[in-house]
Every structure is written in C-alpha cells, then in structure tokens.
C-alpha cells in the first residue's frame, strides 16, 4: 500500500511534524530514513520488513552495510544512509 493511501494521521512524515519524531515506531522512523520505495512496496513495508527481518533496531543497528544492500528494496545509498544513522546512533 502506498503511504499517500494511508489515512493522514498514519503517514509517517505527517505524524512526526503533528506528533513529534518520538511518536513513531521503530519502521516508521527507518522509512523517513528510507524516503522512498520501490514498486509494489513502500518506504513504510521496506522499514517494517526490516525490523520483521532482524527481530529488532538492535539486531538491525548492528548489521553491516553489505548485509542490508541484500535487503529488497533498499539501494546502495538508502543502504549507506541507514548504515550512517546507525553509526551515528552508536556514537552517541
């Protein structure tokens, strides 16, 4: 389903500028990062596939960049802006 058929108030991008970043969950927060899907599948069932895949943001932080450029749907530079988010999130 694409996310512009979603109601409103479900939509990723517009619940984070009403409700503030902190009000989505761990696959809605990986399709900001993701931006865009593929065809037959959006940014938001990309993101939630990934934490279906991995059990978890944790398991997924860890994995390292060849690994989620296997992902379906995921580019090399969606790949690399996941990779780079997760870094910075270790850091801190």
């Known amino acids: 389903m694409k996310i512009r ?3 409103i108030n479900q939509q990723p991008r517009e619940k984070a500028i009403c409700n503030g970043v902190e009000s989505l969950n761990d696959g809605e927060l990986l399709a900001l990062i993701i931006g865009s899907g593929t065809k037959g599948k959006s940014a938001l069932e990309i993101g939630n596939e990934l934490i279906m895949n991995y059990q978890n943001i944790h398991l997924l932080i860890n994995e ?14 969606i790949s690399l802006k996941l990779s780079a988010a997760f870094e910075l999130a270790k850091r801190i």
């Open 5 to 7: 058929d979603l109601p």
């Open 64 to 77: 390292n960049y060849n690994n989620l450029t296997k992902q379906k749907g995921l580019s090399t530079v």
